[in-house]
């Protein structure tokens, strides 16, 4: 079946989708397997120069603590979450220019001596900062758009456009990294067509991974009478984007899972193959709120094999 815009836009709004998962679920099982890569997540800085206007931490926020995590203190959750298991770690922030290339390229460097593979997380940068994170060891970059319609980037994103953010993960993909896109369900405005443009954006930009998330409401920012968006239509998006591309890495992001763990069950079985956990220090990790969260204390190693034996209980293999 060719997959046109109208088409994913119209599969979107089917009243009854079961047809639609089963196919996912199948070409998930064709291409990637069973397993579910675990990847840790780190999010090592809640300082960002922009203003999001759906995110907690948007420089306009001044109800939130700001912190930053040491360089030493960074290598050695890395490790941690190494000896524990992981074999990709995520190291997130906000557009903190605090962390210069150089020093994260630092970051980078001994973070790779342990032996984990590096996600980076940290927003618009210029080519030849990317080319040298890279050269560094850095293996994949995660740079959501958020939405492919041009006139909502414009109103959610005052410090930026979409061609700048289109522009950056074309520049990603073309030194090499495995390169992680990703959208939001349930933007003010958005529609079927929007949803299916985000789908095709990925493709054409070549994304190895996608992050496809609920938006949940922040009430500190400006959406926050806004209503959490449908997780029915995230499930959906997820396995439409699995169908497009069948080899591509979906998680079930962690926004789903904070409304129903059950939920994230569910992602797995149409199309997703990836859960992220956050192995961010505790006296940290509740004060990177994104959205509101429900959070449990980090315990890296209990976690862990919490996870394994979930992913074990869905007749999926942790990895
Ligand atoms: S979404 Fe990212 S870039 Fe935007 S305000 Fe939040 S942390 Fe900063």
């Not at 060719?2 to 709004?13: E, S």
């Not at 998330?213 to 959490?228: E, M, N, R, V």
């Amino acid at each position: 079946m060719k997959y046109t815009l109208d088409k994913i836009a119209d599969l979107l709004n089917l009243e009854d989708f079961s047809e639609v998962y089963s196919e996912a679920d199948r070409i998930r099982k064709e291409n990637v397997g069973d397993i579910v890569h675990i990847r840790a997540i780190l999010e090592f800085s809640n300082y960002c120069r922009r203003k999001c206007k759906y995110c907690g931490l948007n420089c306009t926020n001044k109800n939130i603590k700001r912190y930053r995590m040491s360089s030493e203190e960074i290598i050695s959750a890395a490790y941690e979450a190494a000896e524990n298991g992981y074999k990709t770690i995520v190291l997130q922030s906000g557009e903190d220019a605090y962390y210069t290339p150089k020093i994260l390229g630092e970051i980078v460097k001994n973070i790779k001596k342990s032996g984990i593979d590096i996600t980076l997380s940290t927003g618009e940068m210029d080519y030849d900062s990317y080319a040298y994170l890279k050269e560094c060891g850095a293996d994949r970059y995660l740079l959501k758009h958020e939405t492919a319609e041009e006139s909502l980037y414009d109103y959610l994103h005052p410090c930026g456009t979409l061609e700048e953010r289109i522009q950056c993960l074309k520049n990603i993909k073309k030194l090499g990294y495995e390169t992680g896109g990703g959208f939001m369900i349930g933007l003010p405005n958005q529609t079927s067509e929007t949803l299916a443009k985000d789908i095709m954006l990925l493709r054409e930009i070549g994304c190895d991974m996608a992050g496809i998330g609920t938006f949940i409401s922040h009430p500190s920012t400006a959406l926050k009478d806004c209503p959490q968006g449908s997780t029915e239509i995230t499930k959906r998006a997820v396995a439409l984007t699995r169908i497009v591309m069948p080899e591509i890495n979906l998680p079930a992001t962690t926004s789903l899972g904070v409304i129903d763990i059950k939920e994230k069950n569910d992602v797995f079985s149409c199309g997703a193959n990836v859960i992220m956990q956050k192995v961010t220090p505790s006296k940290y990790k509740f004060l990177y709120e994104i959205y509101p969260s429900k959070l449990s204390e980090t315990d890296v190693k209990l976690q862990r094999i919490n996870l394994e034996n979930q992913i074990k209980s869905l007749n999926r293999i942790p990895l």
